[in-house]
Structure formats: structure tokens, C-alpha cells
């Protein structure tokens, strides 16, 4: 398949014309994109924690260090499934958000904190 052959004086009409029309008042603001599962990001159903989480979140903690690396090493996951794990750390506020390739913040000082919330959660 060819493209149609377009003349520089048809597209110096084109430019023109589009530059001459009416901007809108003010921006155009799109709508946010609802994945069909419902809201995205945090929000996950008690039922989808892996069942690696409270290990997870215990190795997270020992060692002060949030990263998908660490618990691949740690518990010889693949990279996917760690990756999952930490969103999900992320979501229930253990370890902080994404800082570039700095390993996330961990917001529990110790293992007995931990599993005190771990337990208001129905976890342990």
C-alpha cells in the first residue's frame, strides 16, 4: 500500500487552516482512566494477598529495606510475583511509595509493631 501524494502547498493550506481555528476557553480535561476491576492502585481485595505477604512483610521489616529484589533473594520468587508483593506492602502503608531505584521506606520500626497491625488486619 501507497500513501496519496500531498503537495507542500496542500499541507501549507492544512497548517493554516488548523491554525486558524478557535482554541477552547480553557483546557480540555480528559477523564481518568477506571480499570473495569474498580478503583486501581491501592485498592485490592483481602482474598488476592499473596500468601507469601506475611513473610514478605516480616523480611521487609528485619531488614528495613522495601524492594522486589530483596524478597526474590529472600524467598526465591520471580521478579513478577515480588513486584506484586510490594504494591501490595505499598497499599496496606508498610513499606512507602516508589523513590527511583532507592529501596522503599519501610514504615514499621520493628517485628512487634508489625505483627500488632498485621492482627487488626485479620492476618495472623
Known amino acids: 500500500l501507497q500513501c496519496g501524494f500531498v503537495d507542500t502547498p496542500e499541507v501549507e493550506e492544512i497548517c493554516e487552516f488548523v491554525g486558524n481555528q478557535r482554541a477552547y476557553p480553557s483546557a480540555f480535561l480528559l477523564p481518568e482512566y477506571v480499570p473495569e476491576g474498580g ?3 491501592g ?6 494477598i499473596d500468601p507469601m505477604f506475611v ?11 522495601g524492594s522486589a529484589s530483596l524478597l526474590q533473594r529472600k524467598l ?5 510475583r515480588a513486584g506484586r508483593i ?3 506492602l505499598e497499599a496496606m502503608g508498610i513499606i512507602g511509595s516508589f523513590q527511583g ?5 519501610v514504615l514499621f520500626s520493628d517485628l512487634e509493631s508489625l505483627d500488632e497491625f498485621l492482627r487488626t488486619k485479620g492476618l495472623l
Open 76 to 80: 526465591k520468587l520471580g521478579y513478577n
Open 43 to 48: 485498592d485490592f481485595e483481602m482474598d488476592e
Open 39 to 41: 478503583e486501581g492502585g
Open 101 to 105: 531505584s532507592k529501596a522503599r521506606e
Open 55 to 65: 513473610d514478605s512483610a516480616r523480611i521487609v521489616v528485619t531488614n528495613q529495606q
Open 86 to 88: 510490594v504494591d501490595q
